[in-house]
């Protein structure tokens, strides 16, 4: 089983190459995928924006919200 290991780190462009603001204890020779975020852009999105980033839909029956229990542990209708 592979294991993600997530890291959030602070940095600054310098016009060339993002800087790192502290030191970071990453394996070297090893690739990486780096995601860069605006932080104020992050800072003025509202809970509601965040929670539906990871929110989802799915199908399902049109009585789950009333029969949730029978449809998750099988209890009679």
């Known amino acids: 089983m592979n294991t993600v290991k997530t890291h959030t780190l602070h940095a ?27 932080e104020e852009s992050i800072a003025k999105q509202s809970i509601w924006e965040v929670l539906s980033e990871f929110s989802g839909k799915i199908d399902g029956p049109k009585d789950w919200s009333e029969e949730h229990d029978h449809y998750l542990y099988g209890t009679p209708k």
């Open 12 to 38: 600054h462009f310098d016009g060339k190459v993002p800087r790192p603001d502290e030191p970071l204890d990453l394996k070297p020779n090893v690739r990486y995928r780096i995601t860069i975020e605006d």
